[in-house]
């Protein structure tokens, strides 16, 4: 629904430059421009990563009111920087935000204005500094689960009760008793961040920041997370506003052919019958532990379609005999919404995790770091809707292709009782996220909400902001 205003508005995007967050940012914009037809946003992106999305072909397939402008390569480059992912959030952190501020008093100049609000990713916490310096408004946008936003808020509390207790024991203490709505979510699904000094130093500033935001977007809905929305909601001094789901599909990258090839092989398989496999775009994994998933999968006797990104795709094929199938690219949400795809063993990155829940899949959760536990905590202790492999790690951190397989015999178990009950609420849930977006749903009125907000000066820069 579009607003009355009659003035041309602008605003500035601010992705965090890494795709899990670049992505949620541009559909969120989708959702902005959608909504409001006198708007406009410019997002900004490095050089190299408006390389990357004009050769993903994501970059023509934006709407016209939404633009790319760029910043210089001021970060170590995305192709290998996990090699050292503390020294990229440093240069993120330490970095950007000159060059940034820069191209916002330049964008000022040439549109004689300054932009009506700057959307930034929460985890640019310098993005608070820079809209107070131009008396704009910035809304902070989350794209991960608002559960973990409350986890973090929360560190100073729960941070001294992972000292001194084994693995076990973590793994049966819940937040809840330090953190209130946080019952499924355990201490050994945030431990790991604290072997993290330098990104877990910073992610304590980042939220110490939110505060000062003039308001919170998320990429979640209110009927997913309703408890730690909530509570977020009591806990910020500004309003919080759940516009999700908000996921970015996939554009035509040249892989039309291969595409067929996808389909055609879908297309031969029963309902409900395949394993989808991806493990996102940055996990890395041991090879053990990748020989460990392919040949209990191959055990398992379960058809599987594997995105296998980097790896060779020819070995994993010989693997798979005729029961698989493993390729190097897919439209993930085309694959997900396939009649024969009934389940979908991921790394639970929030984006993919979102994409399941709209296409009412069950998981096979298989996390390796920050939100990814959280977030397979919830699929299998809250929503009901999977099962957490993280659980299943021997001594030497591997998960054993016995787990694996016994994993994927129950997931995809169209008989089972535990089979059927996953698949049911994962189809509540699907259908939670389709009503949620319709006029009159939560989070279609939470958009309405923020951009009447905006419009009519609710959202004011406080002189704390800075």
């Not at 006029?439 to 958009?447: A, V």
Request: charged share 20%; proline share 6%.
């Amino acid at each position: 629904m579009a607003t009355s205003a009659t003035a041309a508005r602008h605003m500035v995007a601010l992705p965090y430059p890494g795709r899990g967050h670049i992505n949620p940012m541009l559909a969120v914009c989708r959702l902005l421009v959608a909504a409001d037809g006198a708007l406009t946003v410019t997002v900004v992106v490095t050089e190299e990563w408006h390389g990357l999305l004009a050769s993903a072909g994501v970059t023509p397939t934006l709407p016209d009111r939404v633009r790319l402008a760029t910043i210089p390569n001021v970060i170590p480059s995305e192709h290998g920087r996990g090699a050292d992912h503390g020294g990229f959030i440093e240069a993120v952190n330490c970095k950007m935000g000159e060059p940034v501020e820069r191209l916002l008093d330049r964008l000022a100049l040439e549109l004689g204005r300054r932009p009506d609000a700057i959307v930034a990713d929460t985890y640019l916490q310098w993005a608070v500094a820079a809209g107070a310096r131009l008396g704009v408004p910035v809304c902070s946008l989350w794209t991960q689960p608002a559960t973990f936003l409350l986890a973090l808020c929360h560190l100073d509390l729960w941070r001294p009760a992972v000292e001194g207790f084994s693995e076990e024991e973590l793994s049966r203490k819940s937040l809840e008793q330090y953190v209130p709505g946080l019952s499924s979510v355990r201490l050994s699904d945030v431990k790991i961040f604290l072997a993290w000094e330098g990104p877990i130093k910073i992610s304590a500033e980042v939220f110490v920041k939110v505060r000062k935001a003039q308001c919170v977007l998320f990429t979640s809905f209110h009927e997913l997370e309703p408890s730690s929305m909530s509570k977020i909601a009591e806990l910020l001094p500004c309003p919080i506003y759940p516009i999700g789901p908000a996921i970015l599909r996939a554009p035509d990258n040249g892989e039309s052919a291969r595409d067929e090839e996808h389909r055609r092989w879908l297309d031969a398989q029963p309902q409900n019958s395949v394993l989808y496999v991806s493990f996102g775009s940055f996990v890395a994994m041991p090879p053990k532990q990748f020989e460990e998933i392919a040949v209990g999968l191959r055990d398992s006797a379960v058809r599987f379609f594997w995105v296998a990104r980097d790896r060779a795709t020819a070995g994993l094929r010989e693997m798979c005999g005729d029961r698989g199938l493993a390729v190097p690219w897919c439209d993930q949400q085309e694959v997900l919404r396939h009649p024969s795809v009934g389940g979908f063993l991921s790394h639970c990155g929030w984006n993919s995790v979102l994409e399941a829940v709209c296409a009412g899949v069950p998981l096979i959760g298989f996390p390796v770091v920050w939100d990814q536990l959280v977030n397979a905590r919830m699929v299998a202790d809250e929503w009901k809707t999977g099962i957490n492999l993280r659980q299943q790690r021997g001594k030497d951190g591997i998960v054993s292709r016995a787990a694996v397989s016994d994993a994927a015999r129950k997931l995809m178990d169209l008989d089972s009782g535990a089979g059927q009950e996953m698949r049911r609420r994962a189809a509540q849930l699907r259908e939670a996220s389709r009503g949620t977006v319709l006029e009159g749903g939560s989070s279609q009125r939470s958009l309405s909400g923020f951009l009447e907000d905006l419009v009519e000066g609710k959202l004011e820069v406080a002189e704390s902001s800075a």
